[in-house]
């Protein structure tokens, strides 16, 4: 007889630590403020925005959670294993990891600078490798973790303008699920979110003409919030999606 889990209500991360890149602003702030919502403690992580990463910790310890700030440029992999060794010297130990640190430089493929390909690249594929295969050794000897990757539709169906971009999520999806392989038999679950149209400063920088393309396409009508994304987050980062690893879920609208 398999025995019921009841899910407690409220602060089902209780307990745990969780690093969120990128999570200054947008989509990783909401994902930060989600996880110290449900009891986790968070590092939130940023590279340019200091003062902002330190509002969202100020944010989440007026509601009584609790965060730190950490700064890190996830491309740089001696930095990520610093960033590592640091919150696991001060904390003992790191539950969820959340790549979430992205950026754009759009354009067509055929004026596209070998330096935005690489830019892109680096922060949002190689970033999330640098943090995962510094995190993984712990993982490991817990014989527990969560890894949730921040991907995009545009990574799933591919999209006009954003050749780099849609590279970089796409190879984060095969990061994911090659990874998900290798870690299943340990108890670490590894999933990636992709997300649609999200009103956050990444998409307030497009054009209005594509702007209104892209609510065009989405069949719901409307851009999500970054609510949308964290909630799914929090489920894939918590022990009621412990069966779950390998799958890439969109939260879109019903793009995909
Ligand atoms: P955003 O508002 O532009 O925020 C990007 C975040 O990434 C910031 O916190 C930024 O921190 C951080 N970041 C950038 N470079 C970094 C680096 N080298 N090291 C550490 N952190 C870095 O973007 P967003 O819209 O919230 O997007 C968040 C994630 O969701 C990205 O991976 C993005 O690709 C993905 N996504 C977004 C959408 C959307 O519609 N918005 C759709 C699909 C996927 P600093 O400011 O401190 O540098």
Redesign the pocket.
């Known amino acids: 007889m398999v025995e019921e889990k009841i899910p407690a209500s409220g602060r089902e991360l209780a307990g745990k630590v969780a690093l969120v ?10 994902i930060a403020l989600t996880l110290a919502g449900q009891g986790a403690t968070v590092l939130v ?6 003062q ?2 330190l509002e969202v910790v100020s944010q989440i310890q007026a509601a009584g959670g609790a965060a730190r700030a950490i ?6 992999f001696g930095a990520c294993g610093r960033m590592v060794e640091e919150i696991v010297a001060d904390y003992g130990h790191v539950d969820i990891l959340v ?6 430089r759009d354009n067509l493929v055929a004026r596209m600078s070998e330096e935005d390909y690489d830019h892109v690249m ?3 594929l190689k ?1 999330a490798f640098h943090t995962i295969r510094h995190l993984t050794r712990y993982f490991l000897k817990q014989r527990k973790g969560k890894i949730v990757n ?5 990574g799933v169906a591919g999209n006009a303008g954003q050749a780099n ?1 849609a590279a ?2 796409a190879g984060l999806i095969g990061l994911t699920k090659s990874v998900a392989k290798e870690l299943a038999g340990r108890n670490i679950c590894v999933n990636a979110v ?10 307030q ?1 497009l054009p209005q003409k594509a702007r209104e393309a892209a609510v065009a396409s989405i069949p719901m009508g409307r ?2 919030s ?1 609510r949308d ?1 964290a909630e799914l987050v929090a489920f894939l980062a918590g022990d009621r999606s412990d069966y779950i690893t390998g799958q890439v879920i969109c939260v879109d609208g019903g793009i995909v």
């Open positions: 890149t990128g999570a200054s602003r947008g989509i990783g702030r909401a992580n940023y590279n340019g925005s200091k902002s990463a700064g890190c440029d996830v491309s740089d790549n979430n640190a992205g950026v754009t680096d922060i949002n970033g921040i991907s995009s539709v545009s971009y970089s999520k992709a997300p649609g149209f999200i009103e956050t400063e990444m998409t920088a851009m999500g970054p994304v």
